[in-house]
């Protein structure tokens, strides 16, 4: 896959014709993979057409938006998916004020031939274009809502989920592991003293999760572990008004600070809790950590 970012109108138009599944694909859920296999249906070369930032993030001028894939994540998703090119567009003034029309001749000039777009695309200035203007100019294929055992999928409806700490279904929807990336930094090492360490995740701009204890798998240097992730404020010890990402990786005895690790949530196991004293969390740990293996067990995990 080739990448390419453009960030006004002085760009180089891709050097052959191509078929370009167009939106946002935050998630690069069922629904968007089903955008992305109808474009390399039609005879061209297949092609991805996103923007950054998202344009929620640009037009309500949110900071650090949440997302469930951030850029670099979704880049990587996309580019095991067999396509030949993607095209991110910067969204800035000139592209959130350009008229239906410029942005179609802008679609054009790029060498987009045919296009694919769900049922609900809009385009332009005030979201003033539609899958009908498309259809006049372009070879132009319609996807439908997407519905998965009587679930319309959408980022919507997967961000909910999420939010409820419902990773489970979400996964379902995703068609894969919902998961967070970031680098291992510095915490309070509370963990190490007690028995159980953790690595403290810089998180960034990714949707998190309902606050919680989660059984996940983690990916470091290629390898993937069992463990437990706990998302909240540490109200026990060290409290923290900004939630933390703290995983406890089975079996990896290493010192990791500054790499970065992968995080696979399964399914949530139980709310945060507040305990009395150390023993108590100490105690719930050790359930907790019994209950993530017994639900490996239970779904053939071999590590």
Known sequence: MKSIFIKD??????????CAAVGNF?????GHQKLIEECKRH???????TFYPHPSVFLKKIPNYPLVTPLEH??????????DYLIVVEF???????????????MKFMNIKSCVCGYDFTFGRRAEGNISDLREVFEFYEVKKFVFDDVRVSTTYIRELISIGN???ANRLLGRHFSIRGKVKFGTQQGRVIGFPT??????NYFLPETGVYFVNVKFEGILYLGMCNIGHNPTFNFSYNKRVEVNIFGLDAD?????????????????????????????????????LELAGDMNYTK
């Open 43 to 49: 005879g061209y070369k297949s092609a991805v057409l």
């Open 199 to 204: 690595a403290n995740i810089d998180y960034k």
């Open 9 to 18: 109108k002085n760009f180089i138009p891709l050097p052959e014709p191509v």
């Open 26 to 30: 935050d998630g690069v859920h069922l």
């Open 92 to 106: 800035n003034d000139d592209m959130a004020d350009m008229p239906k029309e410029e942005f179609i001749e802008y």
């Open 167 to 169: 990773v489970y279904e």
């Open 256 to 292: 990791i600070y500054g790499d970065e690790i992968e995080i696979y949530f399964v399914q949530r196991i139980r709310n945060e809790m507040k305990f009395e004293n150390v023993n108590d969390l100490i105690k719930q740990l050790k359930i907790d950590k019994a209950m993530c």
């Open 74 to 83: 979704k880049v990587d998703i996309l580019s095991r998916m067999g396509i």
